[in-house]
């Protein structure tokens, strides 16, 4: 099993963080951590380099910052990623958020925003970790729009475009959401187990209530083997194969 997408830098896991870590090295081949903000990028590196070849780490400013990130830092930011691109597996969490983002000024500064960082993965040859709230239409067609390649719509409902993420050789991670959302278990339930990602978006989405750990990947496998009618196994092997491909692990 492998977390593709978690958030083991932030605050939640401040008092046992080691201890959490040690829990799922017990259970999970590798865990993949997304610094979704400068302020996370030095604790996310130490961590990789604290358990190499376990933690590996993805980078980038999530949409839902646009407001109080500025060009200066933003451009920063991105020369930071550039410098430790060697110790990065992948490029995100990044993309739109037009929940949080209601008013289209800003809307327009986060694509601009994504759009760097499209770039910025092209020229670094990182695949994509893509965030899209209340905006997957356009962020599909900005990826496409920009020859994207390598890509993880991070626990995308939107069933729609699934045929296009397919057709383009993404991959979608799920989460603990696919216990009780509708459109997600379409989701789990029609794609390609090929372009199929797991991951928990932890400290978020806890099953049980309070904060979510990466163990949790067990509960959306099970989950996902129930929906397709499959084993567990079969589920696991092949999201843990995507997974060591998209993001070239060293394991």
């Known amino acids: 099993m492998i977390d593709c997408h978690c958030h083991l830098e932030?605050?939640?896991?401040?008092?046992?963080?080691?201890e959490v870590i040690r829990r799922c090295k017990e259970h999970l081949k590798a865990v993949i951590v997304s610094c979704a903000h400068p302020d996370d990028f030095e604790k996310t590196m130490e961590m990789c380099k604290r358990y190499e070849n376990f933690v590996f780490a993805t980078a980038g400013i999530h949409p839902e910052y646009v407001k109080e990130i500025s060009e200066k830092q933003v451009e920063e930011f991105l020369d930071v990623l550039r410098k430790h691109k060697?110790?990065?597996?992948?490029i995100g969490e990044v993309g739109l958020d037009y929940w949080w983002i209601k008013e289209e000024e800003w809307r327009k500064k986060q694509r601009d925003l994504f759009m760097k960082f499209i770039e910025l993965a092209k020229e670094l040859k990182k695949p994509l970790v893509i965030h899209a709230r209340d905006a997957f239409n356009d962020a599909v067609d900005m990826l496409e729009s920009a020859d994207a390649e390598r890509v993880q719509m991070h626990m995308f409902g939107a069933h729609h475009l699934l045929k296009r993420v397919v057709e383009n050789g993404w991959f979608v991670s799920l989460n603990t959401i696919v216990?009780?959302?509708?459109?997600?278990?379409k989701i789990a339930r029609d794609i390609p187990l090929e372009n199929l990602l797991i991951e928990t978006d932890s400290p978020w989405?806890?099953?049980?209530?309070g904060r979510n750990t990466p163990l949790s990947v067990r509960i959306v496998i099970e989950k996902i083997a129930e929906i397709r009618k499959t084993s567990f196994e079969e589920i696991d092997e092949k999201t843990t194969a995507n997974a060591i491909r998209l993001f070239g692990l060293n394991l």
């Open 179 to 185: 216990l009780r959302s509708k459109k997600h278990k």
């Open 205 to 209: 989405l806890s099953p049980e209530g």
């Open 86 to 90: 060697d110790r990065l597996v992948g």
């Open 10 to 18: 932030q605050e939640d896991f401040d008092k046992d963080r080691d």
